[in-house]
């Protein structure tokens, strides 16, 4: 996410550092630098120019050239600044009592919107609340049935929450077009039905286009008015940059649209549609997603992602990760057969599970501080987990339980059943007796087996690299709504 963006900010700000004093012609050097990398990240230039400006007013009145630590000043400063770019706070989804809360969503083609519907559809009923999603998109062939296979993948992913789905297939358009007002009656039909059935929420999906034209806009201004929607959702795909963000505004312009979700982030975004769109349209960004994953899509936080654009990390999120895959009962569970040393292979495939759950490993890494900027040349093969779960999935009961019955011919037998090799099953079995036997040392041994331990850890090189990570250089490792006017 953002990575050359990322790597050019921080490289201008880094030029900064260990001067002990600057002048003001190395600030007005290094925002020289930070302009061009905003533009490349196509960022909309009246918003880079009055953030430049912005920021070196900040800077110089802010007495940086008599700074001890000027780099550190400077990096608040743009960080201060990005945060006000993308909005001073979180923008949250509020709820109506009783519902159900209408949210219509709406953008071009090929935005993620089908895809977002059941994401959010799913993030919402994670929340303890009932959903209703309708598929209003009458236009794109088969668009309803995507819908509907979408939303049974939701319902599935949220557990018991309860998840339905409302489409009307002989409403479709066939070669001759959709008939006259036919997303309106469906959107109707589809609100009478939330609020017969008590569902806490209606999602409407609309149609797109492949570009913005005026039959679009007034059918979206048809079912608006027809359904008077709490909040429109305008879903923007983060990869397009300006393209995205003109299209932003000329949405606002005809819906008076109510927040922005973008899109693909995890993908190669260059970052100007997240850093313009809430300056052009004036509406907040309330989600992001994140991942494929029916739990990828985050709520928006102005001042977390600024620091993740500046490489400053992301532990909030990292944690909120870790949070929502830990069973607490689960993780005392484990924590006491860690204490004795007890910890078997069928705990270690449980944690490696869970942790991707989370999501890419190289993504989870780039939220820690200081690590995003690393992990540009770090290549991970998330494969090499399949490899270790297939190895591990071809031991017995017992040589899980017990990997020291592991001997040769049983190396071969796993090598074997997982596709694997006898390097690879010996490499983990031993990295497996090394952890057991430095957490009995550290559990037992008080002050002295812990050094110990961490004495025989350094030794042996510590836990060696089970995650297939490749090409790192050797210092690589350093609530109310709002009146909406109705038209």
Same mark, same amino acid.
Do not use: Y
């Given at each position: 996410?953002?990575?050359?963006?990322?790597?050019?900010?921080?490289?201008?700000?880094?030029?900064?550092?260990?001067?002990? =004093?600057?002048?003001?012609?190395?600030?007005?050097?290094?925002?020289? $630098?930070?302009?061009?990398a905003?533009?490349?990240?196509?960022?909309?230039?009246?918003?880079?120019?009055?953030?430049?400006?912005?920021?070196?007013?900040?800077?110089?009145?802010?007495?940086?050239?008599?700074?001890?630590?000027?780099?550190?000043?400077?990096?608040?400063?743009? %960080?201060?600044?990005?945060?006000?770019?993308?909005?001073?706070?979180?923008?949250?989804?509020?709820?109506?009592?009783?519902?159900?809360?209408?949210?219509?969503?709406?953008?071009?083609?090929? #935005?993620?919107?089908?895809?977002?519907?059941?994401?959010?559809?799913?993030? +919402?009923?994670?929340?303890?609340?009932?959903?209703? /999603? #309708?598929?209003?998109?009458?236009?794109?062939?088969?668009?309803?049935?995507?819908?509907?296979? @979408?939303?049974?993948?939701?319902?599935?992913?949220?557990?018991?929450?309860?998840?339905?789905?409302h489409?009307?297939?002989?409403?479709?358009?066939?070669?001759?077009?959709?008939?006259?007002?036919?997303? @309106?009656?469906?959107?109707?039909?589809?609100l009478?039905?939330? =609020?017969?059935?008590?569902?806490?929420?209606?999602?409407?999906? &609309?149609?797109?286009?492949? %570009?913005?034209?005026?039959?679009?806009?007034?059918?979206?201004?048809?079912?608006?008015?027809? +359904?008077?929607?709490?909040e +429109?959702?305008?879903?923007?795909?983060?990869? $397009?940059?300006?393209?995205?963000?003109?299209?932003?505004?000329?949405?606002?312009?005809?819906?008076?649209?109510?927040?922005? +979700?973008?899109?693909?982030?995890?993908?190669?975004?260059?970052?100007?549609?997240?850093?313009?769109? *809430?300056?052009?349209?004036?509406?907040?960004?309330?989600? /992001?997603?994140?991942?494929? %994953?029916?739990?990828?899509?985050?709520?928006?936080?102005?001042?977390?992602?600024?620091?993740?654009?500046?490489?400053?990390?992301?532990? /909030?999120?990292?944690?909120?990760?870790?949070q929502?895959?830990?069973?607490?009962?689960e993780?005392?569970?484990?924590?006491?057969?860690?204490?004795?040393?007890?910890?078997?292979?069928?705990?270690?495939?449980?944690?490696?599970?869970?942790?991707?759950?989370?999501?890419?490993?190289?993504?989870?890494?780039?939220?820690?501080?200081?690590?995003?900027?690393?992990?540009?040349?770090?290549?991970?093969?998330?494969?090499?987990?399949?490899?270790?779960?297939?190895?591990? !999935?071809?031991?017995?009961?017992?040589?899980?339980?017990?990997? &020291?019955?592991?001997? !040769?011919?049983?190396?071969? *037998?796993?090598?074997?059943?997982?596709?694997?090799?006898?390097?690879e099953?010996?490499?983990? &079995?031993?990295?497996?007796?090394?952890?057991?036997?430095?957490?009995?040392?550290?559990?037992?041994?008080?002050?002295?087996?812990?050094?110990?331990?961490?004495?025989?850890?350094?030794?042996?090189?510590?836990?060696?690299?089970m995650?297939?990570?490749?090409?790192?250089?050797p210092?690589?490792a350093k609530?109310?709504?709002?009146?909406?006017?109705r038209?």
């Open positions: 996410m953002f990575e050359s963006l990322t790597e050019n900010l921080s490289g201008a700000l880094r030029n900064l550092t260990g001067r002990g =004093r600057i002048s003001e012609s190395n600030v007005r050097e290094a925002m020289g $630098t930070i302009e061009t905003l533009l490349e990240a196509d960022v909309n230039r009246e918003i880079v120019k009055t953030f430049c400006a912005d920021v070196l007013q900040d800077a110089l009145g802010a007495e940086v050239l008599r700074s001890l630590r000027p780099d550190e000043q400077m990096i608040g400063i743009v %960080h201060k600044r990005l945060v006000a770019l993308m909005g001073t706070s979180t923008s949250r989804l509020s709820f109506v009592e009783p519902g159900p809360t209408v949210l219509m969503l709406c953008g071009l083609q090929g #935005a993620g919107k089908t895809t977002t519907c059941g994401k959010l559809a799913a993030w +919402i009923g994670r929340r303890g609340k009932s959903v209703l /999603v #309708a598929a209003c998109d009458l236009q794109r062939p088969a668009a309803v049935d995507q819908l509907r296979i @979408v939303i049974e993948g939701a319902a599935s992913a949220a557990g018991g929450s309860r998840i339905a789905f489409g009307e297939p002989d409403q479709c358009a066939d070669q001759l077009g959709a008939k006259p007002g036919s997303a @309106v009656g469906v959107a109707k039909r589809a009478l039905k939330a =609020r017969a059935e008590r569902f806490d929420v209606l999602i409407i999906d &609309t149609a797109g286009r492949l %570009h913005i034209d005026d039959a679009l806009m007034r059918e979206l201004e048809s079912v608006d008015s027809a +359904i008077e929607a709490h +429109i959702l305008l879903v923007v795909d983060s990869m $397009t940059g300006q393209d995205a963000v003109n299209s932003a505004k000329a949405f606002h312009q005809r819906l008076n649209i109510d927040g922005v +979700i973008l899109t693909k982030l995890d993908s190669d975004t260059r970052g100007g549609a997240a850093l313009s769109v *809430r300056q052009v349209t004036g509406a907040p960004i309330k989600f /992001v997603g994140v991942s494929e %994953h029916w739990d990828g899509l985050d709520e928006f936080d102005p001042e977390r992602m600024a620091g993740r654009i500046l490489g400053m990390g992301d532990v /909030v999120s990292l944690v909120e990760k870790v929502g895959q830990v069973d607490e009962k993780a005392e569970k484990l924590a006491e057969k860690m204490s004795r040393g007890q910890l078997d292979m069928d705990d270690f495939l449980s944690q490696l599970k869970s942790i991707r759950r989370m999501g890419p490993l190289k993504q989870i890494l780039g939220l820690l501080p200081g690590v995003g900027s690393m992990m540009k040349d770090i290549d991970i093969d998330e494969k090499q987990f399949d490899r270790i779960e297939g190895m591990i !999935r071809s031991m017995t009961k017992k040589e899980r339980g017990t990997p &020291t019955l592991i001997d !040769r011919s049983r190396v071969k *037998r796993i090598a074997a059943g997982s596709g694997t090799n006898a390097v099953v010996g490499r983990l &079995t031993k990295q497996f007796e090394m952890m057991q036997k430095m957490m009995k040392q550290m559990s037992g041994g008080g002050m002295m087996g812990k050094m110990n331990a961490m004495r025989e850890m350094a030794a042996g090189g510590g836990m060696p690299n995650s297939g990570a490749s090409g790192a250089r210092d690589a609530s109310k709504f709002k009146q909406r006017p038209r």
